[in-house]
């Protein structure tokens, strides 16, 4: 099997909206996390991992949270609310521009300090890689203040990013249809390698014919066929990281975790909306036969124009079947704190993080090597 060659880097559901809580719990990893644990982001054993940014898992001051939320929003930083197709932005920061990266779209590339950090974590590990690489194109993040993004779903709360490939042709301008012939498949595995390791990827949705060549690739690179299988959703009981989705032959959508940003938002957002920093929640109301925006802003005690609003409808005209956005005044109950599981890691880095054991020792030797004092 040939062997892949590694360069050290530095580099770095209905579901409601809101996430209401009155007694702090941190954010926290999810129970199948490995042996190793917290040692999985620690990088000082380990070249190819950036060390966290922040420790997601250290205790929620609930006291000074819910303060600032009273007295200044604005020192919170980015605040990740509710879920990507239901949901806000709260002080949020711009895609910057790069030397790796060029962004499409500056008015519609903002999200939170963690979803920037990841992104550009990446993108450094392919030029860590492969030196003098193209700039890649960064498209759609979020709007400044979270919410629905034009012809989006998604792409609400910051924790999303439309980011496209590298091509054999060198630098683009724009996303572009990408086939094997013109797909740079080197830089582009290398890019979804170092988001999943390096970063808190959610999910990557990239049409299937691009998974197909990826996962090819990466299997003659020499790549964990277990691991592979297990990032590309081929085992039953999971979908897997890497999945399809239509419409995406020129770009890939990565969804991230934000354990800061959205633990901090779950916790203060009651506060913003008493203060009317943010809007109150909303709610995803899938549509039955015969109702219509009346009935559901009756409902939900809220009104027909926020309701269109929310949806972007021009219209009044509803689909049976389909999920809506209704804006509500009361906030729903707590869903609980956020939960990230752990990196996807392939073996060989899994290994190396677990901590050697010291050799077993006797009494007799262990008495020979003590001083007299420690003797037995």
Same mark, same amino acid.
């Given at each position: 099997?040939?062997?892949?060659?590694?360069?050290?880097?530095?580099?770095?559901g209905?579901v409601? /909206?809101?996430?209401?809580l009155?007694?702090?719990?941190?954010?926290?990893?999810?129970?199948?996390?490995?042996?190793?644990?917290?040692?999985?982001?620690?990088a000082?054993?380990l070249?190819? /991992?950036?060390?966290?940014?922040?420790?997601?898992?250290?205790p929620?001051?609930? #006291?000074g949270l819910?303060?600032?939320?009273?007295?200044?929003?604005a020192?919170l930083?980015?605040?990740?609310?509710?879920?990507p !197709?239901?949901g806000?932005?709260?002080?949020?920061?711009?895609?910057p521009?790069?030397?790796?990266w060029?962004?499409?779209?500056?008015?519609e590339?903002?999200?939170?300090?963690?979803?920037?950090?990841?992104?550009? $974590?990446a993108?450094?590990?392919?030029?860590?890689?492969?030196?003098?690489?193209?700039?890649l194109?960064i498209g759609d993040?979020s709007?400044?203040?979270?919410?629905?993004?034009n012809r989006h779903?998604?792409?609400?709360?910051?924790?999303?990013a439309?980011?496209?490939?590298?091509y054999?042709?060198?630098e683009v301008? &724009?996303?572009?249809?990408?086939r094997?012939?013109?797909?740079?498949?080197?830089?582009?595995?290398?890019?979804?390698?170092?988001?999943?390791?390096?970063? %808190?990827v959610?999910r990557?949705?990239?049409?299937?014919?691009?998974?197909?060549l990826?996962?090819r690739?990466a299997?003659?690179?020499g790549?964990?066929r277990?691991?592979l !299988? !297990?990032?590309?959703?081929?085992?039953?009981?999971?979908?897997?990281?890497? $999945?399809?989705?239509r419409r995406?032959?020129?770009?890939?959508?990565?969804?991230f975790?934000?354990?800061?940003?959205? #633990?901090?938002?779950?916790?203060?957002?009651?506060v913003?909306?008493?203060?009317?920093?943010?809007?109150?929640?909303?709610?995803?109301?899938?549509?039955r036969?015969? #109702?219509?925006?009346?009935?559901?802003?009756?409902r939900y005690? &809220?009104?027909?124009?926020g309701i269109r609003?929310?949806?972007?409808?021009?219209?009044?005209?509803?689909?049976?079947?389909?999920?809506?956005?209704?804006?509500?005044?009361?906030?729903?109950? !707590?869903a609980?704190?956020?939960?990230v599981p752990?990196?996807r890691?392939p073996?060989?880095?899994?290994?190396?993080l677990v901590?050697?054991?010291?050799?077993?020792?006797t009494?007799?030797?262990?008495?020979?090597?003590?001083?007299? %004092?420690? $003797?037995p």
């Open positions: 099997m040939k062997k892949r060659r590694r360069n050290p880097t530095d580099a770095r209905a409601l /909206l809101v996430w209401a009155l007694v702090a719990a941190p954010a926290v990893r999810a129970a199948d996390d490995p042996g190793p644990g917290p040692a999985i982001r620690a000082a054993e070249p190819d /991992l950036e060390p966290a940014a922040a420790d997601a898992t250290a929620v001051d609930l #006291e819910l303060g600032l939320a009273e007295r200044d929003p020192s930083g980015p605040l990740s609310i509710g879920t !197709d239901a806000l932005l709260v002080n949020p920061l711009p895609m521009s790069g030397s790796f060029r962004v499409r779209n500056p008015k590339s903002w999200g939170t300090d963690e979803t920037i950090d990841f992104i550009a $974590q993108i450094e590990a392919v030029e860590a890689r492969y030196p003098g690489s193209p700039r194109v993040l709007r400044p203040d979270g919410g629905r993004l779903r998604s792409h609400q709360v910051g924790r999303d439309d980011i496209g490939f590298y054999m042709r060198g301008d &724009t996303f572009l249809a990408a094997q012939r013109d797909l740079d498949l080197p830089r582009t595995w290398e890019l979804v390698r170092a988001l999943i390791i390096h970063t %808190d959610e990557i949705f990239v049409d299937r014919s691009l998974i197909a990826l996962y690739y299997v003659e690179e790549e964990n277990a691991w !299988d !297990d990032v590309f959703g081929r085992r039953a009981e999971d979908k897997g990281i890497i $999945q399809h989705e995406h032959k020129d770009h890939m959508h990565v969804r975790y934000n354990p800061r940003a959205q #633990e901090r938002g779950r916790i203060v957002y009651p913003l909306v008493r203060g009317g920093v943010v809007p109150p929640p909303t709610v995803r109301h899938k549509v036969r015969g #109702e219509t925006l009346g009935h559901l802003a009756r005690g &809220t009104s027909v124009s609003a929310a949806n972007g409808l021009r219209g009044s005209t509803l689909r049976a079947g389909r999920s809506y956005v209704i804006p509500v005044r009361k906030v729903p109950p !707590d609980g704190p956020v939960v752990p990196r890691l073996p060989e880095l899994v290994v190396r901590p050697a054991r010291a050799p077993a020792t009494a007799s030797e262990a008495a020979e090597g003590a001083s007299p %004092d420690e $003797q």
